[in-house]
């Protein structure tokens, strides 16, 4: 199993619209860095479910549980997505001042590349990441 992390602004697409709706599709990522990550993750694999923008904190988990396809909302078709369900709320929601603050994260994704909408996480960094949140691992 693989870990990762998936932005959303809670505008467009929030963890209360996630958990509402169960499973939803992971469209609209038009990097191709961000796009690369989508086609690894494989059924089953893990992603902390991240509020961008002005919240800027983790605040649930999803799973991965349909592969990559074709995004039909890109025109030139080089873009697919990967459909995600919700599998629980942090307790406790980790914002990315607490991530910076935490040594033991100074390598991660989301601090050393900041603008990236779709990330891998390690285990080790997941294991920090859940257990800041009241997550059980």
């Known amino acids: 199993m693989a870990y990762w992390l998936v932005k959303s602004e809670p505008g467009t ?21 961000a796009s690369n ?9 893990l992603a902390f479910f991240y509020h961008s923008v002005n919240e800027k904190r983790i605040v649930g988990i999803v799973e991965v549980v349909r592969e990559y396809y074709p995004d039909p909302s890109d025109e030139s078709g080089r873009f697919g997505m990967v459909d995600v369900k919700a599998v629980e709320p942090f307790p406790q929601p980790v914002t990315l001042a607490e991530i ?3 040594p033991r994260l100074a390598e991660m994704a989301l601090i050393r590349q ?13 294991r920090i990441i859940a257990g800041m949140g009241g997550v059980k691992v």
């Open 13 to 33: 697409w929030s963890w209360e619209d996630q958990q509402r709706d169960g499973t939803t599709y992971w469209d609209g990522v038009r990097n191709y860095q």
């Open 100 to 102: 910076k603050a935490e």
């Open 37 to 45: 990550n989508l086609k690894a993750m494989r059924l089953g694999d």
């Open 114 to 126: 900041s603008r990236l909408s779709v990330m891998p996480v390690s285990e080790e960094q997941w």
